[in-house]
Structures are given as C-alpha cells and as structure tokens.
C-alpha cells in the first residue's frame, strides 16, 4: 500500500513479506542483514525515489513475521531528524522514499520483535541530485585537418558552481549536420553514452579519422548523477584530403581553325584555392611537356599554336597543400589551319545526269561530314548561286538538280566545303580541272492517269433488229473517266491501273512508275509504295492488297528527257470485317438466353489495346433494324453477348440479328454489318 505523504516525503509504499513466527525476546531482534540502497552504493541518483532492501533471516521465503520495520531519515550532518516511519511486519524492503532536495541523506532502519522490543539499527547512505551541470563548448582544432590525421578534440569545463555529485564526464557526438545528440535522453546521459568518464579535467578526446567536409561536434557535460547540460553546444571540425579540380577552358571539341587560348581553373571546396603567398595555393599549365607556367591562386593561362597535335597538361595545389602535380590532368588540341580541297566529280552519271556529286578532301582535321552546299546559277550571270538540295555523306557532297524547275540555258555550279576544323572552301571546278556546266535542254512533260480495275473496261453494247436483241462486246480506253473513289468489302484487293504517256500523247513504255499507297489514322503502316513497269503502250496494272482505307497516286520520276509527273490521287474505302453467329436457330421464352459472339478483323494500331464498340441490333419481318445492346471487343477483336428472350409476343416470330461496325475515330475502315443470322421465338 501507498501511504500519505507528508511535508518533506512524498509518499512512503511499503511491500514486505517476513515469516511468521512464535514470541522471541528482545534480544533475539536481528538488525536489518546487509542494509543497502537499490542501484548501488554511494552511487548519485537522479531520481528522487529510493529503495531499501536487506536480508531476512529465513532468505524471505515465508510469511511475515510479527513485529515491526522503523525507518529514521536524518539529513546531511545528521543531527536533525526528517523522518521516523514504523511499518508493521518484518517487510526486507521499504520503497518510494523521497528526500526533500538535492544533497546526501542518511536513513536508519531497525526492526521490533513481536514483543515490541527493538533491534540493533543499521544505517545507509541516499545520494540525490537531480542538478544539470553547465554547458560545455567544444574547442576543435585550428584551421583544416588532413583527411589522414586524427582530429584532437578539446572540452571547454562548465562554469561553476557544479552539481553535488560533481563532473562525470562529457559526452560527445560527431555528425555532418543532421542535429545529432551527445545522449538519446533529453536530461541524462547513460555510463555508456559518457565518451570522458574521469572527471572534469579528462577534457581530451581524439575523433579519429572523419569525413572529409564540415564535421559537425557536440558536446554536453555529465553530472556524477547522470544528468546532462541543458544546452547542446556545436562546432565544425573541418577535414581536406581532396586534391583540387581543375578544369581546362577554351579546348575546343574536335580541330580548332587557329591559335587557342587556354586557361586552367582550380576549385577546391573545402580549403580553398586563395591566393596567400609562395607556398599557398597555385594552379600550373604546360604545353608539349615544357615547364609549368604556375601562377598563385586559382587560374593559369596558355596560348596553343602551331598545325598539328598539342598535349596539355595542368594542376593545382590547395590551401591544405593537397597537389595534382604527380599525376596532372591532360587533353590534346589539335589546330589546323589549312582549307580542304573541294572538286567535283571528272564526269556526270548518264543514269543519273541530274546527280551533281563534289569531294571534300583535308590532310589533317578531316571533311566536316555534317557540312557542304552545292549551288547553281546561269552560267557567266552574277546572279546568286541557288543551293541545291544536299546530302552530305562522309566526303561527298551530293546535290540534286530538279531541271524541270529551270528554263532551257547553260548552268554552272559551285560546291561549298568545310573540314572538320571549320575552315570552308568553294570550288566550280571538276577534279580535271574544267569547269562544271551544264546545258539545260527542254524536256518533254510527262503525265499520268490511273484509276480501279483492269487496263481495259468490257461493254457490252445491245441493239434490236428485225425484233431480235443482239449484243456485242466492246474494249475501250477507261482510264480518264474511272471514279475518284472505291468501296470494296473487307479483306479484299482490288486492281488498280493507269498508263504514261507524254504530252504529244505516244504512250511511254518500259519506264518504272511507283504506286504510292497512304493508308487512314489507326492502320498499323502509314505508307506503301510499289514499283511497276509500264507496257508497250504505256499502260501498267499492279493488284492493291487487301488493307485498311486509303488514298491511292502515282509518281513518276521522270528522265533525261521527261519531266517528273503524279496522278491524281483516288481513295479506296474498305468496309469492316465483322461477323456474327447465334448458339441456336430457337429460343424458348423465359428459358435460357441465346448466345451471340462474333469477331471483328483488324483492330488496327490505336485501338487494338482497348477493342472497339458493336452494335447488337434485331428486327422481325417488316420492320427496320433496331439497336438492342453495344458491346465491346476484346484486344483480338471478339465479343459475347448473352440475350434471353422473355416478351410472350415474340412466340413463333422468325427475328434477324447481326452486328454493326459504327464509324469511330482512329479505325481506319468504313461501317459495316455482318450477314444476318436467324432465331425464332417458341
């Protein structure tokens, strides 16, 4: 049980349990055995709540014994008396003693028989001290410490006056400026947690090797009871062991056009590149292995000259002495200053007279491959050179000269080339040494026309006579009134033809035409383009294949002689695959539903992840088609729909049902309905 507290103790809780025996006298009252203070003796306690323990006679196993346990406590001098207790029972322990304030405290227990004769006494000593001890200022060392050194630590003593229980220690924690504490308490440090633990004067600690940067150290001092500075005090150890970085400025990336002026410069983030003196920091920069130029701080700077190859080498020292001069950094500059040699080719391709090629050639840096012009004019104008349209391969230089876009006339031509350094030169010359021109002679247009079907249409053409019907066949030329546009059911190709000719009308055979088919949004290819020969007469014939939507032409490139010609272009509407089947040809009413499934083909591109939407739709002799449920297909294009038959009117009516492919964005094929499949209600 918990007793009262009175003025100076708390409360005073008393457990105890002692063996019950007969009558003794008083002189057999044993002293409380082995009296002694939970936690240890002569140890400072922060907690204001001791507990005595001693030994029973019978090692407390039994019951209480009859008599009694007194507790006396006296203050420091032990002249005045705070306290006497008497507790029934010989209870081996009395708990929860409280002491009016910190300072040392003697407490005397003695034990009654069960005649009320006293015992001998035994006393114990209480040590509290519950004070903080002053802060304590960590004293890092001067200046930066070499990352393989240990850093000396020195301890600032807290001011005076100190605790009862003195100066433990101090407690030290090292982070890089996450907030850490010396102690997880926040008003204690542990034995443990106390880095100097011999008194107020162990005031040096080595940190060993720490991290290289700000290396944050906090410091508590620790009171002889445990209790720890109310105030966590910090400073910065700081820790180089990282040469400097030095980074060359003004190399260029690949050949440089000329002299180039180079410039090393040193960063150091810790100790730094300040200037201070000849034995302070300095950044140095050699050309083709001569001696450094080094100047003081954090910058050196060179001037590269001379075609060829340079090696450039540079480094620096830091404020902690930390140098790059075993091992430098390098890079090469490499400097020409010679333009490259341009020539066009001795001779134009007769298959291909219109393909104006040039070279670029260099000894040192290089054709640019990304760079170079061809350009043309009339010949002997000062009008501007046109470019041409120009692809640059490696060396060469490729331009393409659309004849048909210039009048009749002679033309010159000037290539414009560079070499990987920058440096650019323009030639009109061929690699013999003439000059390029070349005469313009007029050409003959070219034109197509090209449609749906076969070369030739069949007509049947019927007449009557003597009353007699008589029919004929009849081949004619269809392809100027062939239609713009073509609906064909899905999966299915379709012929599709034309014919060259020129503009004095002979037919031009024997020449390739490419069919150029460009399919709707949604189709899994944009584009297809097929090569045909022309006939004798001019006429060619290729067979579309089955696909998606598209828009149908055809080009011509022309020739020597023929200029560039195109059709006009046709659009081919393929209509959606779509199928239907019903699980039976009867359904009862109020029975179990009919099954419908079905496929749609070709989702395409866009769409075939998410399927598309059908429409389910009915209708019974003499009506129109009705919609009953849209569904949607799965990424392959089928689709299931369960529909029971439940209206007694529909008994003995023949239904027909098929599925709808509605329009939808990014399906490149046209609506479309499924044959009609058939069940009767019964």
Known sequence: MKPTANALLAWVAIAAASLLGTDLAAADTPPPLNLRVEGGKDIWHADNDFRLRWDRPDGGGGEPEAGAANLRLRDASGSLTLLQTRFPGNIGRIEYIHVPSPGRYTADVWLEGADGEAGPMASATLLFDDVRPGPSRPLPPTGWVAGNAAAILAVEHPAAPQPLSGIRGYAISVDRGSGSEPCAGSARCSLAETDLRDGIDNDTISLGLLPEGANLVHVVAVSGSGMRSAETRSAVVWVDATRPTVALQGAPRGWANGPVRL????????????????????????????????????????????EGSHRIAFYARDAAGNTGEESPAAVTVQIDESPPRVAFAAAQDPAEPERIV?????????????RGSIAVRRAGSRQPFVPLPTTVSGGDLTGHWNSDAFPPGTYEFRAMGYDAAGNGTSSERRDNGTRLVLVNLPKTPAGIVAGFGGRRLVWRRCSRKDGRRRCRREEIEPFEQRPSSRTVPYARGLSFAGRLTSAAGPPLGGLPVEVVETFDAGASSAQRRTTVQTAADGTFLTRLPPGPSRRVEVEFAGGRTLTRASSHAVRLNVLSGVRIQASSASARIGGAPVLFSGRVGDLGADISTTGRPVELQFRFPGSEWSEFRTVRTDAHGRFRYAYPFSDDDSRGIRFQFRAFAPAEGGWPYEPAASRPVFVTGR
């Open 263 to 306: 410039t090393a410069s040193a960063a150091d983030g810790l100790s730094g590149m300040a200037a201070a003196g000849p034995n302070g920091p300095f950044t140095a920069i050699a050309v083709d292995g001569a001696v450094p130029r080094a100047d003081a701080g954090d910058s050196a700077a060179a001037t590269v000259s001379g």
């Open 358 to 370: 040039a070279t670029v050639s260099d000894p040192l840096s290089g054709p640019d491959p990304a």
